[in-house]
């Protein structure tokens, strides 16, 4: 089995001295974006975001449609420059020169929405090797990453000479992904990787991301809409609002400020509406609730205190 | 950005300008282009000028707006204005080296610059105060009578009208893949020619794919919802001319006389 | 036969391998027989490919049967002189909003149907202002579509359907590409339909919580229909649905789940409300 470890890597610490280094893998100091500066239709999408991104983290980033989601995850590899403010990779400024905008590019990778409609390659195998090539690896190099990549999002083999336009919708968004993983970036950026599959698609998906960040130990910043995936799947989560940081912390910390959140608009996993129903009950539920076993377990310990009673 | 386009923009309101029936416009616009070939001096100039600034102003748009759809060409205008500066023969202001700069020279460049940008500002409007659609039904209805000789004009007003309403969607799918393929490491700034024009695959291939899959569900979602050509098809906003149509016509009929008059007396 | 707005009797139906071309894994359809009642909501789940899409395609004619017959409201499909009558009756929204919107006006693009039906301007025009005042967006009459929300978008889709005077809606996964906004308004929409106006309505979804609302769930597999029945009776079958490929609801799971633990609870609670009370029950 090929596994991400065999790959020759240059710039890459050994896994766990990574997880032990304390500088964050990205700083993002006094972000400030504002689209269409000085014409009518100016428009602030960012306004003094301050956030540190820890080597392996997995991140949820949450917030409504215009919250600057977006905006915020385009300016980690430069696509997108800062108004005012600075984002720092491994230390360095990203868009102090053209050769750290290239760095970034590779060394934080984006999928975008809906990835699979920039396939272009003839070939499974080519398209995932696009990133990997234009970071001007060596053949060798090039082929044992697209190998591993394919094999972590559940790719076989066998597909990889055939038309990425053949196949299903579910195996193209993986393989689009596979081609980001390819240049095995340290910081990986997702936005939204499940919208529109069905639900035996989005766990497969989270699945095989969760084994790279496993395996890699390297960071990933997931945006979704779906608080439950977050909070299954994240450590921490970041709730923009207004281009603002509005909440930042362990899924607990941020599904036990519920009111905040519903006036944001955003909708709390059914399993916290459903807890704060029950304590209107009189139903002595203790923490912050918000996966089926965390509700399961709490029930099943009442149960248990009301049959020792 | 590819955003700022603002080809075949529409900007909606309710002035004057935007109510006059689509027709009249395309016909005002026609016979404008053509006044704008006639005139060759200031008092014509200052005729149309006078023409354009009020269609401007009784329609309410920005003239930064206006001036906005000239930007993409003002090289073009700029390289036709820099020939005519020095190659026009006549009264000599400067002479260096083999460049003579003439008066001539000089009025002829400010009045070609001048003429294109009024050209584009005037046929500009006609986009920005009528809303494709409308445009289209104008067109379909001023080729009307060519129906009679087979030209299909219902199809080819709505095949524009569909160019129409994909082309800003299609502008943003390209922003779309272009930030795409940049965050794999793609390059499409430096590299000789071929190299650059090789580096337009990854962006050309999917858009081509994608403009081809949105086609077959728009063709999927207009046959859903009763769509079988264009005969018995009636109209939401049915074209009546009405009083200011013809009103604008006799003022058009107007200035264009006034041009050609202008002209003839060498004015 | 008065009451039924949809029916499939022995439908099948295949892809030939040419016509496929860059698409999902070729649906088919294996003798499904259906009859969608007048004024009911019915969600139809599957995972991709199971053939729900196909379905809905024969609602109104866009796909016609290779085998066996479908008829709405009496007519059968495959009669082609009642095509436009049929899907005058049987409107269809889709899942992308970008690609079912065909004019760069508001206005003018729900008016794209009755214009194809030869409707009468003014009739048009009440039917355009009524369209956009049922969904919410009459205020946006004048805008360009392009520059709305995808929520927003999804909603002028209706409204461009409705502008038809169906009586029956299918929605091919309306909701798939919305942010949580936008599917609760388009939701809201369906449940306004259904009750205010006894519209017939077929919504294929992925989303549990949308199919619980329903009236109805039919559940598709590989071209078959699997389960059928009311939400409450679909989702507590929670393992077959697991094989399926699909999930339930969290209230549902919840409720299995502490089943499975040796507690003694009714599956069926589906709504939050519910589920809480069952549980008070138990353990308040």
């Known amino acids: 089995m090929l596994i991400m470890g065999d790959i020759p890597q240059k710039r890459k610490p050994h896994r766990k001295e990574k997880c032990m280094s304390k500088t964050p893998i990205l700083k993002i100091e006094n972000l400030t974006h504002v689209y269409s500066k000085g014409t009518p239709f100016e428009l602030s999408a960012l306004n003094g975001i301050n956030l540190e991104i820890g080597r392996g983290e997995v991140i949820g980033i949450i917030g409504h449609t215009g919250s600057g989601k977006s905006t915020l995850i385009q300016h980690l590899n430069a696509l997108i420059k800062p108004t005012d403010g600075k984002i720092y990779l491994d230390g360095k400024d990203i868009n102090e020169s053209k050769q750290s905008v290239k760095e970034a590019r590779s060394r934080v990778g984006l999928v975008f929405q809906y990835p699979e409609y920039q396939l272009f390659e003839e070939t499974v195998y080519k398209d995932i090797a696009f990133g990997p090539k234009n970071m001007r690896l060596t053949p060798d190099e090039i082929d044992v990453r697209v190998r591993a990549s394919a094999q972590f999002v559940g790719i076989g083999e066998e597909l990889l000479e055939r038309s990425p336009f053949d196949l299903s919708g579910g195996q193209k968004r993986r393989i689009a992904i596979a081609g980001v993983i390819a240049m095995l970036p340290e910081v990986l950026v997702l936005d939204e990787p499940m919208a529109g599959l069905d639900p035996a698609g989005r766990r497969e998906i989270m699945e095989n991301l969760m084994g790279y960040h496993q395996e890699t130990g390297n960071a990933m910043l997931i945006v979704t809409h779906s608080m439950e995936e977050a909070a299954r799947y994240a450590q921490r989560m970041i709730v923009l609002e207004h281009g603002r940081v509005a909440m930042d912390g362990t899924p607990e910390q941020v599904f036990s400020r519920e009111k905040e959140l519903k006036e944001m608009g955003l909708a709390v996993p059914e399993m916290t509406e459903l807890a704060e129903k029950l304590r209107e009950y009189g139903v002595p539920l203790e923490g912050t609730i918000y996966t089926v076993e965390q509700m399961r377990d709490a029930l099943l310990s009442l149960k248990g205190g009301l049959q020792d009673a | ?267 | ?284």
């Open chain 3, 1 to 284: 036969m008065m009451d039924i707005a949809i029916k499939t009797d022995n439908l099948t139906y295949f892809y030939n391998v040419d016509e496929t071309g860059d698409q999902d894994i070729p649906d088919v359809l294996d003798n499904v027989s259906i009859e969608i009642e007048k004024g009911t909501f019915v969600a139809i789940l599957g995972h991709n490919g199971s053939g729900k899409s196909t379905l809905a395609k024969h609602m109104n004619a866009l796909l016609l049967p290779k085998g066996g017959t479908v008829t709405a409201f009496g007519m059968d499909t495959k009669d082609e002189s009642l095509l436009l009558e049929i899907r005058r009756r049987v409107g269809m929204v889709f899942q992308n909003p970008d690609n079912q919107i065909v004019s760069n006006v508001v206005e003018e693009d729900v008016a794209f149907a009755p214009e194809n039906l030869g409707v009468p301007s003014q009739e048009i025009r009440r039917r355009v202002d009524d369209a956009l005042k049922t969904v919410g967006m009459y205020e946006f009459r004048s805008h360009a579509p392009h520059l709305l929300s995808g929520g927003q978008k999804q909603r002028v889709a209706i409204a461009g359907v409705l502008a038809m005077d169906p009586d029956c809606i299918v929605f091919d996964e309306p909701t798939a590409m919305l942010d949580p906004s936008g599917r609760r308004d388009v939701m809201e929409i369906i449940h306004k339909l259904r009750y205010e106006r006894g519209t017939t309505v077929v919504l294929i979804t992925h989303h549990m919580e949308e199919a619980a609302l329903a009236d109805r769930v039919i559940v598709m597999s590989d071209g078959h229909v699997v389960m059928d029945g009311k939400p409450k009776e679909v989702f507590v079958r929670v393992e077959e649905l697991d094989e399926l490929g699909l999930t339930v609801p969290e209230t549902t799971r919840l409720l299995f789940e502490l089943k499975n633990a040796g507690v003694d609870l009714p599956l069926d609670a589906l709504s939050i409300d519910e589920c809480a009370k069952v549980l008070a029950d138990k353990f308040g």
């Open chain 2, 1 to 267: 950005m590819l955003k700022d386009i603002t080809l075949g923009q529409y900007f909606p309101g309710n002035t004057v300008v935007h109510r006059l029936d689509p027709r009249t416009k395309i016909v005002l616009v026609l016979i404008y282009i053509v006044a704008m070939f006639i005139a060759e001096s200031f008092a014509s100039y200052a005729l149309m000028l006078v023409v354009l600034a009020s269609a401007i102003l009784l329609s309410r748009i920005r003239l930064a707006t206006v001036l906005k759809g000239v930007k993409p060409l003002i090289l073009v205008i700029a390289i036709t204005a820099f020939l005519n500066v020095f190659y026009t023969s006549g009264h000599i202001l400067v002479e260096f080296w083999i460049f003579k700069i003439t008066k001539e020279g000089i009025f002829n460049a400010i009045f070609m610059a001048l003429r294109i940008i009024m050209l584009i500002m005037g046929t500009f409007m006609l986009t920005y105060t009528t809303s494709p659609i409308m445009l289209t039904v104008g067109i379909e209805q001023l080729l009307g009578p060519l129906k009679v000789i087979k030209v299909p004009v219902h199809e080819l007003a709505m095949m524009m009208s569909m160019a129409l309403r994909l082309i800003p969607t299609l502008i943003e799918e390209t922003d779309k893949i272009m930030s795409a393929q940049k965050a794999r490491g793609a390059d499409f700034d430096t590299g000789n020619l071929v190299q650059k024009a090789k580096a337009l695959l990854p962006i050309l291939v999917p858009l081509f794919i994608s403009a081809f899959r949105r086609a077959d569900e728009l063709a999927v979602a207009m046959e859903s919802r009763c769509y079988h050509g264009g005969e018995g098809r009636t109209r939401l906003n049915v074209l009546t001319m009405g009083g200011r149509d013809y009103i604008s016509f006799a003022l058009a009929v107007a200035v264009l006389a006034g041009v050609i008059t202008l002209a003839h007396f060498g004015l």
